[in-house]
Structures are given as structure tokens and as C-alpha cells.
């Protein structure tokens, strides 16, 4: 194993080999991981923290993924959607605020046709020239994604969930395919999107194997942002009494993520701080650079229920910005407001990132 162990090398490891080593570092002291994986991020964003406002705008879903609170089979999850106005309305109080990133996240609600979407994305563009918009709505058409592009959204959050045809199957109804999930990664990528892919740790059937599967998915895809978290078990959902993934081996998926492609922008996720107090934090010291504060209204927030226990469902969204940056300068980061874009894009790819160890 000892062999392994060579933070160089993580970028030529082939299934087997990966799976050994999410295997070891499952079991073995993660310190020099954990610092390795620090000391790239320092490389490239140094110590600064990226803040981008999350508006979850509607929790009306058409998909029924097993693990989801807001899937369409759980008639007790309660649903909201918000206007354009509304959403206007929270860019606004977001801007003042110092974000320079909004991210739209939402259900896959039928009811914003391209048209609408397209309208509120050039209306925030035009209200707010200096920041990003940041789309995650889920599987669209190409054509609809480009029509999103054209209106002047700059990235596009898509995770994966995971990339085994058989546990995509486990996870998700027989209408849904990892290859339209992957097709759609592909076609943002091509439009132009700076997008990000992503899956939860932990989720029910999930192994070793599989999770080797993520890092190998990530690397021939090479997105500009990955988001992982610890599955969490929702009440109302046929994973209910499914345990909650672990800690210690998201933080590790983190970290190789972060080796593997040492530029990308990594979330510290909610569902990391909804499962550990200190679970953003330890995030962070393990590669992530990013947060995603709510400012969603605080009426809905409960209601965006993916998950049980949400962290961050009852303050405004000044509290939850001040608390969050408090956290992030004790635990030795910079928060940072500007825009926050994947730095050189296209570098990367050119410039090949074992050359960036
Ligand atoms: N409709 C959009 C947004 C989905 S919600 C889309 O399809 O991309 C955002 C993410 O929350 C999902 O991609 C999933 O990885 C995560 N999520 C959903 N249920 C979860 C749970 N029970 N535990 C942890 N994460 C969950």
C-alpha cells in the first residue's frame, strides 16, 4: 500500500488501485491526505473561501429519485415556488450583501418554460452586470441549455449522483439514465458552461468500487466544480432508515478530488455541516473553496427539504452570511465575494495536471 500512497500518482491510478485507496484511507490516519490536498488548493485559491448565494427557488419536482425529499412521490413534502420578482428580489438583498454569485437551484419544475428562466437569468444580468449566474435545474435538452447559455448564465451545477449504470439504477426510477445525466454533463460542457458534476457519499448500495467509478467519471469529464456530500436520510423517502454516510469518507473523497483535479472549485456542502458541526470546517482543511450560503426567503426554507435536519433553515440570510464567515476566518480562511470563476479555464486541460504537483 505504502507505494500507493503517493499523492503524485493519484492522477494515473486506474479502478482498482483507487478503490484500494478510498479502502485505506476509510481505515487509516488521513492527516498528510488532508494536508497534501490543502497545499494544492493553497497553490491555486490560497486561502480564500468563495461565497455564492443559493436561491433554491421551487421544490416542485417531476423526477421521484429515491433519496430526495422533494421527489414527486413524497405527497407530504410541501411545495413553494418562487416569482421572478421574488427571485429578483433575493439577487437584490443577495448583492447587498456582497455576493457576486447567485446559484438557482430547484426542483425539475415544468412550470418555468425556457422562456420564463431565460427572462429571470438576462434580468439578473442586466440588475446585476458584475455577478455570476450559476444554474442547477437539472436534466434539460441541449437546446434548452443553450437557450440558458445565450441568456447569459456562466455555469451550470449537474451532479452525477454516481457513475455506476447499476447503483444509478438503485438510486433513481427506471425513466431515469446515468447516460441522458452524463450526455447532458457533456453537452454543457460543450455550450461552454464552467459546470459541475457530483455525487453523495454514502448513499444506500453505494461501495468502494463505485466510488473509485466517481473519481475516474471526474477525470475524463474534468469539470470545473465538483459538489459532494454525505448522504442524509430523508423521512418521508424509501431510504429513511438507510444510515447517514460518513464524515471521515467524504472528507477523504474531498481530498483526492482535490489532488486529482487541483484546480476545481469544491463546495463544503450543507449536508457536511448538517452531519458534523464542525463538518464545513473540516471541509475546507480537507481541499473545499467554496460555500453556498441560503438566500432563499426564510419562509420557504424548511420546505427546500432534501434532506432531514437541514442546517441554516431559520436565520436571514445576514445572519447566516456573518455566522458562516465568522466560522471560516476562525478556522484560518479568507472569505472571498468576488465572482469566483475556475481560474484559466481551459489551462488546465492544456497544461495536463500531473505537471501541477
Ligand atoms: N434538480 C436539480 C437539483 C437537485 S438537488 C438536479 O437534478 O440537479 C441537489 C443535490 O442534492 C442532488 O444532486 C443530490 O446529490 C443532493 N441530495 C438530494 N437528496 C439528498 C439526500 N437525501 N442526502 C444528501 N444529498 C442529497
Known amino acids: 500500500m505504502s507505494a500507493l500512497i503517493n499523492f503524485e500518482n493519484i492522477s494515473r491510478l486506474g479502478g482498482p488501485e483507487l478503490t484500494e485507496l478510498i479502502e485505506f484511507y476509510e481505515q487509516a490516519e488521513t492527516s498528510e491526505l488532508f494536508a497534501a490536498a490543502n497545499a494544492v488548493r493553497e497553490k491555486y485559491y490560497g486561502k480564500k473561501v468563495y461565497f455564492r448565494g443559493l436561491i433554491e427557488f421551487s421544490s416542485y419536482c417531476k423526477n421521484d429519485c429515491y433519496y430526495c425529499g422533494i421527489r414527486c412521490g413524497n405527497k407530504k413534502a410541501v411545495r413553494y415556488r418562487l416569482g421572478h420578482d421574488e427571485i429578483m428580489d ?168 482535490r489532488l486529482m483535479l487541483p484546480k476545481v472549485l469544491i463546495p463544503a456542502t450543507t449536508a457536511l455541516g448538517t452531519v458534523d458541526v464542525k463538518g464545513r470546517e473540516k471541509g475546507l482543511k480537507a481541499g473545499a473553496n467554496v460555500v453556498m450560503p441560503n438566500l432563499s426567503p426564510v419562509v420557504h426554507r424548511r420546505d427546500y427539504s432534501l434532506y432531514d435536519n437541514k442546517i441554516c433553515t431559520g436565520e436571514e440570510a445576514a445572519e447566516c452570511l456573518a455566522c458562516l464567515s465568522r466560522r471560516i476566518k476562525s478556522a484560518g480562511y479568507d472569505p472571498d465575494f468576488s465572482r469566483g470563476d475556475f481560474i484559466t479555464c481551459g489551462e488546465q486541460f492544456a497544461v495536463g495536471r500531473q505537471a501541477d504537483f
Do not use: W
Open 90 to 257: 433575493c439577487c437584490a438583498r443577495g448583492h447587498q450583501l456582497g455576493f457576486r454569485t447567485f446559484v438557482l437551484q430547484s426542483g425539475e419544475d415544468l412550470y418555468y418554460t425556457d422562456d420564463m428562466m431565460c427572462d429571470i437569468v438576462s434580468d439578473i444580468k442586466r440588475g446585476f452586470p458584475d455577478c455570476a449566474v450559476t444554474l442547477s435545474l437539472g436534466e434539460k435538452t441541449k437546446e434548452t441549455y443553450k437557450r440558458y447559455f445565450e441568456a447569459g448564465a456562466d455555469r451550470y451545477l449537474l451532479r452525477h449522483e454516481t457513475a455506476t449504470d447499476e447503483h444509478y439504477r438503485q438510486l433513481h426510477p427506471p425513466q431515469m439514465s446515468l447516460e441522458n445525466r452524463k450526455q447532458c454533463l457533456y453537452d454543457l460542457k460543450e455550450i461552454g458552461f464552467q459546470v459541475g458534476a457530483g455525487f453523495m457519499v454514502g448513499s444506500p448500495y453505494q461501495t468502494s468500487a463505485n466510488l473509485a467509478a466517481d473519481l475516474l467519471f471526474l477525470r475524463e469529464l474534468e469539470p470545473h466544480m465538483v459538489g459532494i456530500g454525505p448522504f442524509v436520510p430523508h423521512r418521508d423517502t424509501i431510504f429513511a432508515n438507510e444510515s447517514t454516510g460518513s464524515v471521515k469518507l467524504t472528507l477523504v473523497m474531498l481530498a483526492l478530488i
